[in-house]
């Protein structure tokens, strides 16, 4: 699959199958990630793998009562209806969870997070996994006690959670907009 394929193919996944990308596979997925762009060529970023499944369901748990109790974003109702849903799993029940975070320090640090994200999740479509970025859960891991709970480190923040498996079914197509276009000369 060449790049523009894999930009123009790939879409969220939310149904995973059970079994875990290797070592081997997260690790490629985090060199990609680690050839992004960023400002200064600071190149911030951590990264922090989760693959224990108990873990996962604990944060899951932890970020819908977080979100809930607290609404730290504007979201469509719907969005919140969801979260208070026990059968909702903040993390489609993937079984692996790879946190792009970085000290905060210093201008465009969301922004380069941003970018090896997006490789990271160009790399997993090109080599045949699904991802989804969970922006559901960025306000719970922000906390102390979300921290606390994978690891990482008070002075870093997580910029990008993005759960990572193999996709149960192919993800519909989902059609793009037009881009709002203006040219100059």
């Known amino acids: 699959m060449d790049v523009l394929e894999a930009i123009s193919t790939r879409r969220s996944i939310r149904d995973f199958l059970p079994e875990a990308p290797s070592r081997e596979k997260i690790m490629a997925l985090i060199d990609a990630a680690t050839q992004a762009p960023s400002a200064v060529n600071r190149q911030p970023w951590?990264?922090?793998?989760?693959?224990?499944?108990?873990?996962?369901?604990?944060?899951?748990?932890?970020?819908?009562?977080f979100m809930?109790?607290?609404?730290?974003?504007?979201?469509?109702?719907?969005?919140?209806?969801?979260?208070?849903?026990?059968?909702?799993?903040?993390?489609?029940h993937a079984p692996a969870l790879i946190v792009v975070a970085a000290e905060a320090k210093g201008p465009w640090i969301a922004e380069d997070c941003a970018l090896a994200a997006e490789n990271l999740m160009i790399a997993a479509h090109a080599c045949g996994l699904g991802t989804c970025w969970i922006g559901l859960s960025q306000p719970f891991l922000s906390t102390r006690e979300g921290k606390q709970m994978i690891g990482l480190p008070e002075t870093e923040t997580p910029f990008a959670p993005i759960v990572v498996g193999y996709p149960r079914v192919s993800a519909p197509d989902s059609p793009r907009k037009p881009p709002r276009l203006r040219w100059i000369g």
Do not use: M
């Open 68 to 92: 809930t109790n607290t609404r730290p974003l504007e979201l469509p109702e719907q969005l919140y209806e969801k979260l208070a849903d026990p059968n909702f799993h903040v993390f489609y």
């Open 46 to 65: 951590s990264f922090l793998v989760v693959r224990d499944r108990v873990l996962l369901d604990k944060i899951s748990d932890a970020a819908k009562a």
